[in-house]
C-alpha cells in the first residue's frame, strides 16, 4: 500500500464493488461523520487487540456504546468497518501525499525523482502517524478477499507510481525498477510499526529516502 502519486481517480472507479472497489454498503458514504468515526475508532481497538477473526461485533458495539443493529445498517458486519478502516487509511495516506506533491510543484519542483522521494516521505511519515492502523492493515489476519483487494490497489500504485517517475511499464525493465521501488516504500511502512520512538522512525524514513534516489535514478 504506498502509492506516492495524486488520487487514484478514474482507476480507483474501475475496481469492482461500490465505494471504489471495497465493497463497503451504500449507505457508508452519507453516515454521519461522528457516529462513522466512533465506529471506526471501537473496530480499530478491537482489530488490534483481538485480530481480525477472533474480534466480536458485540463487543465493537458496546465499546462504540452504538446499537449491534445500527453497526449492521451503516457496515453490514465486521468486514464492512475492516474495509471502511482500511479506505480511511488509504484516502488519508493519498490526501497526504497529493498534498505534498502540489507543494513541491508550487515551488518549482519539476524533478520526477524528487517528487516521488518527496511524496515517498509525505507516505512513510503518514505510515508513522498512523501506525495502529496500518500495523493492522498488514496482518495476514483479514477478512474474505482482502487480499486480493490489496493486491489490484498495489497494482494500481504501481502504475501510478511509474506515471510519477515518467517511467515505460511497457518495457520490463522499467515495471520491475517501479515495482522495486514501491516495494521498498511498503516495506519500510511495515517497519515503522515496529518504531519504538520517532527518533528511530525519523532515522529510518530519512534512510530510505536516500535509498529511493538510487534506485529511482535513471539507468546509465
Given amino acids: ?29 452519507g453516515q454521519d461523520g461522528s457516529l462513522r468515526s466512533t465506529l471506526l475508532d471501537a473496530a480499530l481497538e478491537v482489530f488490534a487487540e483481538r485480530g481480525y477473526t477472533d474480534a466480536g461485533l458485540t463487543e465493537i458495539a458496546a465499546r462504540s456504546g452504538i446499537p449491534v443493529g445500527s453497526l449492521f445498517q451503516h457496515y453490514g458486519g465486521k468486514r464492512g468497518l475492516y474495509l471502511a478502516l482500511w479506505e480511511e487509511f488509504r484516502e488519508e495516506q493519498e490526501r497526504r501525499t497529493a498534498a505534498t506533491l502540489t507543494g513541491e510543484r508550487n515551488r518549482g519542483v519539476e524533478d520526477p525523482v524528487a517528487l516521488f522521494v518527496a511524496g515517498a516521505r509525505a507516505y512513510l511519515e503518514g505510515a508513522w502517524d498512523n501506525r495502529r492502523l496500518g500495523s493492522l492493515l498488514v496482518e495476514d489476519d483479514g477478512p474474505a478477499g482482502f487480499d486480493a483487494l490489496r493486491r489490484q490497489w498495489d497494482r494500481v500504485w504501481v502504475r501510478r507510481n511509474a506515471r510519477l517517475l515518467e517511467i515505460d511499464e511497457r518495457r520490463r525493465a522499467g515495471r520491475v525498477r517501479v515495482s522495486v521501488l514501491t516495494t521498498v516504500i511498503g516495506g519500510t511502512a511495515r517497519e515503522l510499526g515496529d518504531c519504538g520512538d520517532e527518533t528511530e522512525a525519523r532515522e529510518i524514513v530519512d534512510e530510505v529516502c536516500g535509498i529511493l534516489i538510487h534506485l529511482s535514478a535513471p539507468p546509465g
Fill in 1 to 29: 500500500m504506498s502509492g506516492i502519486g495524486e488520487s487514484a481517480g478514474p482507476e480507483a472507479a474501475r475496481q469492482p464493488g461500490g465505494q471504489g472497489g471495497t465493497g463497503l454498503p451504500e449507505g457508508y458514504a
